[in-house]
């Protein structure tokens, strides 16, 4: 195995667990969105303010998607002009440049997992203490 391959691994897993966190993020809000809308009678799980937090987790998970993608393909946009100027062929780009990307990546998958955490446990109170 080569750097490269190693590379595409990374890169093939992390574009589907970007997607996987993007589908269950807006799942999450439809869940939450059908609890509001059907009352009591959705699931016999009634809509309170407690779902208010996971909802703000999902939406910010979402969030995060957007400036995850929006930050890399400005900077990556605007470090391929500067070398495209230089007319270099062959450079380093620095780490630094991914920082910001891997925070929102991270982010929008740990925000995704605590608030399907925060929405089950609040689903599952709801059905099992009634």
Known sequence: ??????????????????????????????IIWIFKAGGSNAANVEFRGEFFWPLVLFILALGFDLLQYTYK??????????????????????????????VFFWGKVGLTVI????????????IFTR
């Open 1 to 30: 195995m080569t750097r490269k391959d190693a590379r595409e691994i990374y890169s093939k897993a992390s574009g589907t667990l970007s997607e996987v966190t993007r589908n269950l993020s807006l799942a999450g809000v439809a």
């Open 73 to 102: 393909s400005a900077a990556w946009g605007i470090f391929h002009r500067l070398k495209e100027r230089q007319k270099a062929d062959e450079f380093e780009a620095p780490d630094a440049i991914n920082w910001p990307t891997l």
């Open 115 to 126: 608030g399907y955490s925060a929405l089950l446990y609040i689903i599952g109170k709801q």
